[in-house]
Protein backbone atom coordinates (compact mmCIF):
# COMPACT_ATOMS: atom_id res chain seq x y z
CA UNK A 1 0.00 0.00 0.00
CA UNK A 2 1.35 3.89 -0.86
CA UNK A 3 1.11 6.11 1.94
CA UNK A 4 -1.97 7.86 0.32
CA UNK A 5 -4.59 6.23 0.82
CA UNK A 6 -7.73 6.02 -1.75
CA UNK A 7 -10.88 7.04 0.30
CA UNK A 8 -14.33 6.60 -0.40
CA UNK A 9 -17.10 8.62 1.81
CA UNK A 10 -20.56 7.29 2.08
CA UNK A 11 -23.14 9.97 3.35
CA UNK A 12 -23.03 13.63 2.67
CA UNK A 13 -24.24 15.27 5.27
CA UNK A 14 -23.75 17.84 7.81
CA UNK A 15 -20.84 16.09 9.69
CA UNK A 16 -19.22 15.26 6.33
CA UNK A 17 -19.24 18.32 4.70
CA UNK A 18 -18.35 20.28 8.19
CA UNK A 19 -15.54 18.16 9.41
CA UNK A 20 -14.62 15.14 7.16
CA UNK A 21 -14.59 16.18 3.84
CA UNK A 22 -12.53 19.07 4.95
CA UNK A 23 -10.21 17.19 6.69
CA UNK A 24 -9.51 14.70 4.04
CA UNK A 25 -8.60 17.70 1.77
CA UNK A 26 -6.60 19.29 4.18
CA UNK A 27 -4.56 15.62 4.70
CA UNK A 28 -3.96 15.36 1.32
CA UNK A 29 -1.02 14.20 1.68
CA UNK A 30 -2.42 11.28 3.32
CA UNK A 31 -5.89 10.56 1.95
CA UNK A 32 -6.66 10.61 -1.77
CA UNK A 33 -10.71 11.47 -1.76
CA UNK A 34 -11.52 8.90 -4.40
CA UNK A 35 -15.31 9.05 -4.52
CA UNK A 36 -18.81 10.32 -2.39
CA UNK A 37 -21.67 8.73 -2.26
CA UNK A 38 -25.08 9.86 -0.89
CA UNK A 39 -28.70 8.50 -1.58
CA UNK A 40 -29.33 12.08 -2.91
CA UNK A 41 -27.40 12.08 -6.04
CA UNK A 42 -27.83 15.87 -5.79
CA UNK A 43 -26.05 16.12 -2.77
CA UNK A 44 -23.39 13.91 -3.64
CA UNK A 45 -22.97 15.46 -6.97
CA UNK A 46 -22.59 18.82 -5.25
CA UNK A 47 -20.27 17.67 -2.60
CA UNK A 48 -17.84 15.92 -5.28
CA UNK A 49 -17.69 19.26 -6.95
CA UNK A 50 -16.80 21.13 -3.51
CA UNK A 51 -14.45 18.84 -2.39
CA UNK A 52 -12.86 17.45 -6.07
CA UNK A 53 -14.00 13.63 -5.77
CA UNK A 54 -14.04 12.18 -9.16
CA UNK A 55 -16.43 9.78 -8.81
CA UNK A 56 -20.43 10.23 -7.67
CA UNK A 57 -22.29 7.53 -6.47
CA UNK A 58 -26.22 7.12 -5.10
CA UNK A 59 -25.24 3.26 -3.78
CA UNK A 60 -22.32 2.25 -1.87
CA UNK A 61 -22.66 -1.56 -3.09
CA UNK A 62 -21.79 0.00 -6.29
CA UNK A 63 -18.74 2.22 -5.21
CA UNK A 64 -17.32 -1.07 -3.65
CA UNK A 65 -17.50 -2.83 -6.92
CA UNK A 66 -16.80 -0.32 -9.08
CA UNK A 67 -13.98 1.89 -7.40
CA UNK A 68 -10.36 0.55 -6.17
CA UNK A 69 -10.26 1.53 -2.74
CA UNK A 70 -8.01 1.22 0.35
CA UNK A 71 -10.12 2.85 3.33
CA UNK A 72 -14.03 3.78 3.39
CA UNK A 73 -15.85 6.10 5.80
CA UNK A 74 -19.10 5.66 6.64
CA UNK A 75 -20.89 8.86 7.93
CA UNK A 76 -24.36 7.91 7.06
CA UNK A 77 -27.21 8.13 9.93
CA UNK A 78 -28.44 4.53 10.88
CA UNK A 79 -26.27 1.43 10.98
CA UNK A 80 -22.88 1.07 9.73
CA UNK A 81 -22.92 -2.34 9.83
CA UNK A 82 -23.80 -3.07 6.66
CA UNK A 83 -21.71 -1.26 4.70
CA UNK A 84 -18.65 -1.51 6.69
CA UNK A 85 -19.15 -5.45 6.57
CA UNK A 86 -19.27 -5.45 3.06
CA UNK A 87 -16.25 -3.68 2.91
CA UNK A 88 -14.38 -5.78 5.25
CA UNK A 89 -14.70 -8.38 2.88
CA UNK A 90 -13.64 -6.61 -0.17
CA UNK A 91 -10.05 -6.00 2.01
CA UNK A 92 -11.13 -2.25 2.38
CA UNK A 93 -10.27 -0.78 5.45
CA UNK A 94 -13.25 1.29 7.67
CA UNK A 95 -14.05 4.41 9.30
CA UNK A 96 -18.07 4.27 10.58
CA UNK A 97 -19.31 7.37 12.58
CA UNK A 98 -20.73 6.86 15.83
CA UNK A 99 -23.09 4.64 16.48
CA UNK A 100 -20.82 2.00 14.92
CA UNK A 101 -24.61 0.19 14.97
CA UNK A 102 -27.88 -0.30 16.91
CA UNK A 103 -27.11 -4.10 18.23
CA UNK A 104 -24.80 -6.46 19.49
CA UNK A 105 -25.40 -8.96 16.99
CA UNK A 106 -24.47 -6.77 14.53
CA UNK A 107 -21.54 -5.78 15.82
CA UNK A 108 -20.32 -9.17 16.25
CA UNK A 109 -20.60 -9.45 12.74
CA UNK A 110 -18.85 -6.62 11.88
CA UNK A 111 -16.01 -7.62 14.26
CA UNK A 112 -15.91 -11.25 12.59
CA UNK A 113 -15.80 -9.39 8.69
CA UNK A 114 -12.61 -6.60 9.96
CA UNK A 115 -10.78 -10.05 11.39
CA UNK A 116 -11.90 -12.24 8.46
CA UNK A 117 -10.67 -9.61 5.89
CA UNK A 118 -7.41 -8.62 7.91
CA UNK A 119 -8.77 -4.48 7.66
CA UNK A 120 -8.64 -2.17 10.39
CA UNK A 121 -12.31 -0.83 11.55
CA UNK A 122 -12.02 2.38 13.67
CA UNK A 123 -15.36 4.32 15.64
CA UNK A 124 -15.54 7.99 15.16
CA UNK A 125 -15.45 8.79 19.00
CA UNK A 126 -13.20 11.72 18.09
CA UNK A 127 -13.27 13.02 22.01
CA UNK A 128 -10.86 10.60 22.67
CA UNK A 129 -8.59 12.36 20.06
CA UNK A 130 -8.78 15.90 21.77
CA UNK A 131 -5.64 16.95 22.70
CA UNK A 132 -7.22 18.34 26.05
CA UNK A 133 -8.56 14.99 26.69
CA UNK A 134 -5.54 13.15 26.31
CA UNK A 135 -3.74 15.78 28.55
CA UNK A 136 -6.15 15.25 31.25
CA UNK A 137 -5.52 11.47 31.05
CA UNK A 138 -1.66 12.85 32.78
CA UNK A 139 -3.47 14.75 35.28
CA UNK A 140 -6.60 12.76 36.60
CA UNK A 141 -6.56 12.06 40.69
CA UNK A 142 -4.72 8.58 41.69
CA UNK A 143 -6.97 5.68 41.07
CA UNK A 144 -7.06 5.84 45.64
CA UNK A 145 -7.72 9.67 45.98
CA UNK A 146 -10.45 9.86 43.29
CA UNK A 147 -13.93 9.99 45.10
CA UNK A 148 -16.55 11.67 42.64
CA UNK A 149 -17.04 12.00 38.93
CA UNK A 150 -19.42 14.16 37.36
CA UNK A 151 -20.62 14.56 33.97
CA UNK A 152 -22.94 17.14 32.44
CA UNK A 153 -24.44 17.88 28.56
CA UNK A 154 -26.48 20.73 28.21
CA UNK A 155 -27.78 19.95 24.52
CA UNK A 156 -28.33 23.05 21.93
CA UNK A 157 -29.56 23.36 18.25
CA UNK A 158 -26.49 22.53 16.05
CA UNK A 159 -27.96 25.07 12.90
CA UNK A 160 -26.57 27.95 14.46
CA UNK A 161 -22.96 26.26 14.89
CA UNK A 162 -22.83 25.16 11.24
CA UNK A 163 -24.38 28.18 9.69
CA UNK A 164 -20.42 29.91 8.81
CA UNK A 165 -19.24 27.40 6.83
CA UNK A 166 -20.35 26.73 3.07
CA UNK A 167 -23.26 24.17 3.03
CA UNK A 168 -25.21 22.62 0.63
CA UNK A 169 -28.77 22.82 0.49
CA UNK A 170 -30.15 19.96 2.60
CA UNK A 171 -31.44 17.48 -0.24
CA UNK A 172 -33.44 13.81 0.60
CA UNK A 173 -32.77 10.89 -1.26
CA UNK A 174 -36.03 9.04 -2.55
CA UNK A 175 -38.85 8.82 -0.37
CA UNK A 176 -39.10 4.85 -0.68
CA UNK A 177 -35.53 4.70 0.08
CA UNK A 178 -35.37 7.05 3.07
CA UNK A 179 -38.42 4.66 4.21
CA UNK A 180 -37.46 1.27 3.28
CA UNK A 181 -33.64 2.62 5.31
CA UNK A 182 -36.16 3.66 8.57
CA UNK A 183 -37.79 0.10 8.54
CA UNK A 184 -34.69 -1.54 8.62
CA UNK A 185 -33.34 0.48 11.47
CA UNK A 186 -36.55 -0.18 13.08
CA UNK A 187 -36.37 -3.96 12.78
CA UNK A 188 -32.70 -3.68 14.50
CA UNK A 189 -33.69 -1.72 17.67
CA UNK A 190 -36.56 -4.52 17.95
CA UNK A 191 -33.98 -7.17 18.18
CA UNK A 192 -31.95 -4.96 20.75
CA UNK A 193 -34.97 -4.15 23.23
CA UNK A 194 -37.71 -6.20 21.84
CA UNK A 195 -39.55 -6.03 25.20
CA UNK A 196 -39.34 -2.22 25.37
CA UNK A 197 -41.72 0.40 24.84
CA UNK A 198 -41.20 2.93 21.69
CA UNK A 199 -40.07 5.69 24.06
CA UNK A 200 -37.21 3.52 25.25
CA UNK A 201 -36.54 1.82 22.07
CA UNK A 202 -36.21 5.93 20.99
CA UNK A 203 -33.82 6.95 23.73
CA UNK A 204 -31.90 4.07 23.68
CA UNK A 205 -30.96 4.60 19.64
CA UNK A 206 -30.92 8.45 20.12
CA UNK A 207 -30.35 10.21 23.57
CA UNK A 208 -28.16 6.76 24.27
CA UNK A 209 -26.23 5.64 21.07
CA UNK A 210 -26.35 9.17 19.17
CA UNK A 211 -25.40 11.12 21.95
CA UNK A 212 -24.12 10.00 24.99
CA UNK A 213 -21.97 7.29 23.26
CA UNK A 214 -19.48 9.93 23.53
CA UNK A 215 -19.58 10.65 27.38
CA UNK A 216 -19.99 6.63 28.08
CA UNK A 217 -16.64 6.37 25.80
CA UNK A 218 -14.58 8.89 27.18
CA UNK A 219 -15.25 8.08 30.61
CA UNK A 220 -14.50 4.44 29.60
CA UNK A 221 -11.34 5.56 27.87
CA UNK A 222 -10.01 7.10 30.92
CA UNK A 223 -11.51 5.16 33.31
CA UNK A 224 -11.94 1.17 32.31
CA UNK A 225 -14.52 -0.57 31.96
CA UNK A 226 -17.54 0.57 34.61
CA UNK A 227 -18.70 -2.23 37.51
CA UNK A 228 -22.24 -1.09 37.37
CA UNK A 229 -25.25 0.89 36.05
CA UNK A 230 -27.20 1.63 39.15
CA UNK A 231 -29.55 3.88 37.72
CA UNK A 232 -31.19 4.86 35.07
CA UNK A 233 -33.76 7.00 33.72
CA UNK A 234 -34.22 7.91 30.24
CA UNK A 235 -36.48 10.67 28.06
CA UNK A 236 -36.01 12.49 25.07
CA UNK A 237 -35.70 15.49 27.28
CA UNK A 238 -33.59 14.51 29.95
CA UNK A 239 -30.98 11.10 30.73
CA UNK A 240 -30.14 10.79 34.57
CA UNK A 241 -27.54 8.02 35.03
CA UNK A 242 -25.65 6.62 38.04
CA UNK A 243 -22.63 4.46 36.97
CA UNK A 244 -19.47 2.80 39.70
CA UNK A 245 -16.02 3.04 38.34
CA UNK A 246 -13.35 1.21 40.37
CA UNK A 247 -15.58 1.92 43.18
CA UNK A 248 -15.95 6.04 42.61
CA UNK A 249 -19.65 7.14 41.89
CA UNK A 250 -19.91 8.67 38.73
CA UNK A 251 -23.13 10.78 38.52
CA UNK A 252 -24.24 11.60 34.41
CA UNK A 253 -26.80 14.47 33.37
CA UNK A 254 -28.05 15.00 29.93
CA UNK A 255 -30.41 17.76 28.96
CA UNK A 256 -31.41 19.08 25.85
CA UNK A 257 -32.22 22.74 25.74
CA UNK A 258 -33.70 23.61 22.37
CA UNK A 259 -34.01 27.85 23.08
CA UNK A 260 -30.30 28.47 22.42
CA UNK A 261 -27.51 27.41 20.88
CA UNK A 262 -25.50 27.28 24.64
CA UNK A 263 -24.53 24.13 23.93
CA UNK A 264 -21.72 22.99 26.81
CA UNK A 265 -20.51 19.25 28.15
CA UNK A 266 -18.41 18.64 30.85
CA UNK A 267 -16.49 15.75 32.88
CA UNK A 268 -15.30 16.36 36.09
CA UNK A 269 -13.03 14.45 38.41
CA UNK A 270 -13.45 15.01 42.22
CA UNK A 271 -10.46 13.69 44.25
CA UNK A 272 -9.27 14.36 47.71
CA UNK A 273 -6.06 17.17 46.72
CA UNK A 274 -7.12 17.74 42.93
CA UNK A 275 -9.81 18.49 40.83
CA UNK A 276 -10.05 17.90 37.07
CA UNK A 277 -12.57 19.55 34.99
CA UNK A 278 -13.02 18.94 30.93
CA UNK A 279 -15.15 21.64 29.18
CA UNK A 280 -15.69 20.58 25.65
CA UNK A 281 -17.18 22.82 22.93
CA UNK A 282 -19.61 21.84 20.66
CA UNK A 283 -18.07 19.34 18.10
CA UNK A 284 -19.62 21.28 14.72
CA UNK A 285 -17.03 24.07 15.47
CA UNK A 286 -13.80 23.86 13.99
CA UNK A 287 -10.82 24.51 15.33
CA UNK A 288 -12.45 25.75 18.91
CA UNK A 289 -10.39 24.24 21.41
CA UNK A 290 -11.26 22.46 25.02
CA UNK A 291 -11.12 24.08 28.19
CA UNK A 292 -8.66 22.02 31.06
CA UNK A 293 -9.11 23.40 34.79
CA UNK A 294 -7.28 22.01 37.32
CA UNK A 295 -7.66 22.88 41.16
CA UNK A 296 -5.27 21.78 43.96
CA UNK A 297 -4.54 22.33 47.26
CA UNK A 298 -1.69 23.06 49.86
CA UNK A 299 -1.36 20.78 52.93
CA UNK A 300 -4.67 18.85 53.19
CA UNK A 301 -7.52 21.03 54.67
CA UNK A 302 -6.01 24.07 54.93
CA UNK A 303 -6.94 27.38 53.14
CA UNK A 304 -4.93 27.25 49.95
CA UNK A 305 -5.87 26.27 47.15
CA UNK A 306 -4.91 27.00 43.12
CA UNK A 307 -7.12 26.55 39.76
CA UNK A 308 -4.81 27.05 36.18
CA UNK A 309 -6.59 26.57 32.99
CA UNK A 310 -4.94 25.31 30.06
CA UNK A 311 -5.81 25.67 26.42
CA UNK A 312 -3.90 22.33 24.96
CA UNK A 313 -4.14 22.76 20.96
CA UNK A 314 -6.08 24.14 18.49
CA UNK A 315 -5.95 21.05 16.52
CA UNK A 316 -8.73 19.62 15.74
CA UNK A 317 -9.94 16.43 17.18
CA UNK A 318 -12.02 14.86 14.08
CA UNK A 319 -8.49 15.39 12.20
CA UNK A 320 -6.40 13.82 14.29
CA UNK A 321 -8.79 11.00 14.62
CA UNK A 322 -7.98 11.01 10.79
CA UNK A 323 -4.48 10.52 11.85
CA UNK A 324 -4.65 7.89 13.91
CA UNK A 325 -6.55 5.88 11.61
CA UNK A 326 -4.04 6.43 8.95
CA UNK A 327 -1.42 5.43 11.11
CA UNK A 328 -3.16 2.32 12.60
CA UNK A 329 -3.36 0.79 8.36
CA UNK A 330 0.16 2.16 8.02
CA UNK A 331 1.37 0.35 11.30
CA UNK A 332 -1.03 -2.35 10.91
CA UNK A 333 -2.00 -2.27 14.67
CA UNK A 334 -5.72 -1.21 15.94
CA UNK A 335 -6.85 2.14 16.04
CA UNK A 336 -7.78 2.92 19.96
CA UNK A 337 -11.34 3.16 19.29
CA UNK A 338 -11.27 -0.12 17.29
CA UNK A 339 -14.35 -2.09 16.80
CA UNK A 340 -14.08 -3.88 19.97
CA UNK A 341 -13.90 -0.42 22.17
CA UNK A 342 -17.08 0.21 19.63
CA UNK A 343 -18.65 -2.96 21.35
CA UNK A 344 -18.20 -2.04 24.86
CA UNK A 345 -19.80 1.19 24.53
CA UNK A 346 -23.03 -0.81 22.17
CA UNK A 347 -23.04 -3.48 25.13
CA UNK A 348 -23.39 -0.21 28.01
CA UNK A 349 -25.93 1.60 26.47
CA UNK A 350 -28.15 -1.59 26.06
CA UNK A 351 -27.31 -2.09 29.48
CA UNK A 352 -28.24 1.18 30.37
CA UNK A 353 -31.86 1.02 28.51
CA UNK A 354 -31.99 -2.18 30.51
CA UNK A 355 -32.10 -0.18 33.88
CA UNK A 356 -34.16 2.36 32.68
CA UNK A 357 -37.14 -0.47 31.96
CA UNK A 358 -36.61 -3.11 35.04
CA UNK A 359 -35.22 -0.63 37.73
CA UNK A 360 -32.98 -3.53 38.51
CA UNK A 361 -29.16 -2.68 38.48
CA UNK A 362 -27.12 -4.73 35.96
CA UNK A 363 -22.88 -5.60 36.85
CA UNK A 364 -20.50 -5.13 34.26
CA UNK A 365 -22.51 -3.62 32.51
CA UNK A 366 -19.99 -3.23 28.71
CA UNK A 367 -19.22 -6.42 28.57
CA UNK A 368 -20.45 -7.55 24.97
CA UNK A 369 -20.93 -11.31 24.92
CA UNK A 370 -18.52 -14.94 24.60
CA UNK A 371 -19.59 -14.96 20.98
CA UNK A 372 -17.04 -13.09 19.94
CA UNK A 373 -13.23 -13.27 22.36
CA UNK A 374 -11.29 -9.97 22.16
Known amino acids: MTQRLRVGVIGCGVIAEVMHLPHLNDLDDLFELRAVCDISRDKAEACARRFGAPAVFESWEEMLATETLDAIFVLTSGSHAPAAIAAARAGVHVLVEKPMCLNLDEGHAMLEAAREGGIQLMVGTMKRYDPAYERMLELLPDAGELRLIRVTTLESPFQPYVEGY ?13 AELRAADERRLAAALPDADDETRFCYRWMLLDNLVHELNALRGALGEPEVVKYAELSPRVVNLSLVFGGVECHLSWVDLPGMARYSQELAF ?93 RNPSEFGTQVQA
Do not use: N
Open 166 to 178: PMEPAMPGPPELV
Open 270 to 362: YGLDRRVILTLPSPYLRGHPSQLAVEGAGARGDSHSWRTVETVSYVEAFKRELLEFHAAIREQRPPRTDVIDGLHDVALCHAIARVHLSGEPV
